[in-house]
Nanobody, 123 residues
Framework: QLQLVESGGGLVQPGGSLRLSCAAS????????IGWFRQAPGKEREGVSC????????HYADSVKGRFTISRDNAKNTVYLQMNSLKPEDTAVYYC????????????????WGQGTQVTVSS
């Protein structure tokens, strides 16, 4: 059973930065693509970014392109989401989730989920 734990959320002013972490544990965690998703109150869940198991391929939602960067350190079983130039509309609970392939991640075919971490962008 793959387990995911997010951390790094918090309160930040518009234009600021945060780095989220997703620590994975369990069977063959480094063989999974990992994605970041977010859900704001009253809104549907939105895919933010996905990264392949090797880290060689990434995908971003148009709303975060050029501002967010996904990366992974397989030696540490951790995936990161560096978020720069944050906007109030980035406020949401951010979740990481695992998929068997990056394509499945991008298309929302996900397995294990973390518990989420709150990101609030406000002055």
């Amino acid at each position: 059973q793959l387990q995911l734990v997010e951390s790094g959320g918090g309160l930040v002013q518009p234009g600021g930065s945060l780095r989220l972490s997703c620590a994975a544990s369990g069977f063959a965690s480094n063989y999974y693509a990992i994605g970041w998703f977010r859900q704001a109150p009253g809104k549907e869940r939105e895919g933010v970014s996905c990264i392949s198991s090797s880290g060689g391929s990434t995908h971003y939602a148009d709303s975060v392109k050029g501002r967010f960067t996904i990366s992974r350190d397989n030696a540490k079983n951790t995936v990161y989401l560096q978020m720069n130039s944050l906007k109030p509309e980035d406020t949401a609970v951010y979740y990481c989730a695992a998929a068997r392939t990056q394509a499945m991640c991008v298309n929302g075919h996900l397995g294990s989920w973390g518990q989420g971490t709150q990101v609030t962008v406000s002055s």
